[in-house]
């Protein structure tokens, strides 16, 4: 590999190789020429060194399913496909219902459920956590990862709450993790576009921080592939990078591929393939204080999460039992889940270690 990177005009990817190998941090102007580099099997190598000093030949899954209370939503994302106001299709869970939809994994080994969806009026504070108190008592290890920050600073706004108490009393009520949707991009230029009446970046950044001194954990996430560029990408990973270096709180990143049907956002062409694992490596090699990147298999599809791994993805999100719409409504044509046995088969028949995880990523089974 030396001999590859010790060409006379490749000296600054030679930097970059040595900045890597002797743990040194990337500048967000390295950063900004490996976005521009058009070396795709060398990004990956770099990024795979990264990865692999963090968690060797590992791939970890959970198994997981997800639950969409409602998809009628106050805000008007433009890159959306899912909320009832693009969709036409509406739909509103009680809190029977949604525990009627959990309670039947009672037995079946599951670990995680992921709770999120569209920010509707009528749940509030006391609705979410009058629920999570009532999952915990049936299934007291489930671990309840739910609200996105978007949704957390709502509830702190109709309740004339700060961050802070909203996140205790859902703490108190069995919130174990938040996930990291709703990060978008966090330049408020492109976001005044794409969701301008929603929570911005400072907020969202704030919940996490406050998430995190509440002794909880989360993953962050940045919507790719839309108006932004380069340069707005390295500024979204530097101000993530920034806040995991103060509270060493977030569990993985998560990049999430802009879709573009059935969306007030069609016009724009998707990112490629090769721009896609461009983006996971280069997260990768960036993000050196977070342990784990994530491809999330429903929205990128199976055979696209494979290639990933050969490009500093070690995480592939769960099982999820088709419980989810999200990508399904913005036209991912894959299913949507997928057994255990199916996530341990792809993950050996690439020759990596399918390793069981909890939400925590503490080690369940190793395959």
Same mark, same amino acid.
């Given at each position: 590999? $030396? $001999?590859?990177?010790?060409?006379?005009?490749?000296?600054?990817?030679?930097?970059?190789?040595?900045?890597?190998?002797?743990?040194?941090?990337?500048?967000?102007?390295?950063?900004?020429?490996?976005?521009?580099?058009?070396?795709?099997?060398?990004?990956?190598?770099?990024?795979?060194?990264?990865?692999?000093?963090?968690?060797?030949?590992?791939?970890?899954?959970?198994?997981?399913?997800?639950?969409?209370?409602?998809?009628?939503?106050?805000?008007?994302?433009?890159?959306?496909?899912?909320s009832a106001r693009i969709s036409g299709k509406s739909w509103i869970l009680s809190e029977e219902k949604i525990l009627a939809n959990v309670l039947k994994y009672k037995n079946s080994g599951i670990t995680e459920v992921h709770i999120t969806g569209g920010v509707y009026r009528l749940f509030d504070l006391n609705f979410?956590?009058?629920?999570?108190?009532?999952?915990?008592?049936?299934?007291?290890?489930?671990?309840?990862?739910?609200?996105?920050?978007?949704?957390?600073?709502?509830?702190?706004?109709?309740?004339?709450?700060?961050?802070?108490?909203?996140?205790?009393?859902?703490?108190?009520?069995?919130?174990?993790?938040?996930?990291?949707?709703?990060?978008?991009?966090? $330049?408020?230029?492109?976001?005044?576009?794409?969701?301008?009446?929603?929570?911005?970046?400072?907020?969202?950044?704030?919940?996490?921080?406050?998430?995190?001194?509440?002794?909880?954990?989360?993953?962050?996430?940045?919507?790719?592939?839309?108006?932004?560029?380069?340069?707005?990408?390295?500024?979204?990973?530097?101000?993530?990078?920034?806040?995991?270096?103060?509270?060493?709180?977030?569990?993985?990143?998560?990049?999430?591929?802009?879709?573009?049907?059935?969306?007030?956002?069609?016009?724009?062409?998707?990112?490629?393939?090769?721009?896609?694992?461009?983006?996971?490596?280069?997260?990768?090699?960036?993000?050196?204080?977070?342990?784990?990147?994530?491809?999330?298999?429903?929205?990128?599809?199976?055979?696209?999460?494979?290639?990933?791994?050969?490009?500093?993805?070690? $995480?592939?999100?769960?099982?999820?039992?088709?419980?989810?719409?999200?990508?399904?409504?913005?036209?991912?044509?894959?299913?949507?889940?997928?057994?255990?046995?199916?996530?341990?088969?792809?993950?050996?028949?690439?020759?990596?270690?399918?390793?069981?995880?909890?939400?925590?990523?503490?080690?369940?089974?190793?395959?």
């Open positions: 590999m $030396d $001999d590859i990177i010790n060409i006379n005009n490749e000296s600054r990817i030679k930097n970059v190789y040595e900045k890597i190998i002797n743990r040194q941090r990337v500048s967000n102007e390295d950063a900004l020429y490996l976005y521009e580099y058009d070396n795709l099997f060398l990004l990956g190598y770099l990024a795979n060194i990264v990865k692999e000093r963090l968690n060797g030949r590992n791939v970890y899954y959970n198994k997981n399913i997800h639950v969409e209370p409602t998809n009628n939503c106050v805000y008007n994302c433009k890159f959306c496909s899912y979410y956590c009058n629920l999570f108190a009532k999952i915990k008592q049936e299934m007291p290890d489930l671990h309840i990862k739910a609200l996105s920050a978007v949704e957390i600073k709502y509830l702190a706004d109709i309740h004339n709450v700060n961050f802070d108490t909203c996140i205790k009393q859902l703490k108190n009520a069995g919130l174990n993790s938040i996930p990291g949707g709703g990060a978008e991009i966090f $330049d408020e230029s492109i976001r005044e576009v794409i969701c301008g009446d929603k929570a911005n970046a400072k907020e969202w950044l704030d919940i996490h921080r406050a998430v995190h001194l509440n002794g909880l954990y989360s993953n962050a996430t940045m919507l790719y592939g839309h108006l932004e560029s380069y340069a707005n990408r390295v500024g979204h990973l530097e101000k993530l990078r920034l806040l995991q270096d103060e509270t060493n709180g977030f569990k993985s990143f998560i990049p999430l591929k802009f879709k573009n049907k059935n969306n007030a956002l069609n016009s724009i062409v998707e990112a490629t393939n090769i721009e896609d694992l461009k983006n996971y490596a280069v997260s990768r090699i960036y993000l050196d204080n977070f342990s784990h990147v994530k491809a999330y298999w429903p929205m990128i599809g199976i055979d696209m999460t494979m290639n990933s791994l050969y490009f500093g993805v070690d $995480d592939i999100d769960g099982t999820i039992d088709n419980t989810t719409k999200i990508y399904e409504m913005a036209g991912v044509s894959d299913r949507q889940g997928l057994t255990e046995i199916e996530l341990i088969n792809y993950i050996k028949r690439e020759g990596f270690v399918a390793v069981e995880r909890d939400s925590n990523y503490n080690i369940l089974k190793i395959n």
